[in-house]
């Protein structure tokens, strides 16, 4: 299970479901899982300053269950920061993306946990 949240300054109109869609095609590829195992959740219309500006800007967590090493980590970097550039224009140095492992047995869906 991986879950790709994106706080975004940018506003809902430039969200579409093709984005969402798209997100959850490239993680099913990068980290060869069934889309069944992938969330995805923007929040449009944030509030966001980086370094003192508040030009477009994007501040997202993602969380696996899986064990991220740091190339993979990288590579996840790379592949999200270029999908949320392409998709609303947000410069990648003006996206920070906090990379988290969850154990499994504190994940839950459908009536019980992952572990």
């Known amino acids: 299970m991986s879950i790709f949240v994106v706080n975004t300054?940018?506003?809902k109109d430039k969200l579409s479901e093709a984005l969402l869609s798209e997100a959850t095609k490239e993680l099913t590829k990068v980290m060869s899982k069934p889309a069944q195992f992938i969330?995805?959740?923007?929040?449009?219309d944030q509030?966001?300053?980086?370094g003192g500006n508040a030009d477009p800007s994007a501040i997202c967590y993602f969380?696996?269950?899986e064990k991220l090493s740091c190339?993979?980590?990288k590579k996840y970097?790379?592949?999200l920061c270029g999908l949320v550039?392409?998709?609303?224009g947000i410069s990648p140095e003006r996206i920070y993306i906090n990379f988290?492992?969850?154990?499994?047995c504190n994940v839950a869906c459908n009536n019980t946990t992952f572990g």
């Open 71 to 73: 190339d993979e980590i």
């Open 85 to 88: 550039h392409k998709q609303l």
């Open 9 to 11: 300054s940018v506003t």
């Open 47 to 50: 509030i966001i300053m980086i």
């Open 100 to 104: 988290v492992d969850m154990d499994a």
């Open 63 to 65: 969380q696996s269950i």
């Open 77 to 79: 970097s790379k592949m």
């Open 39 to 44: 969330a995805v959740h923007f929040h449009a």
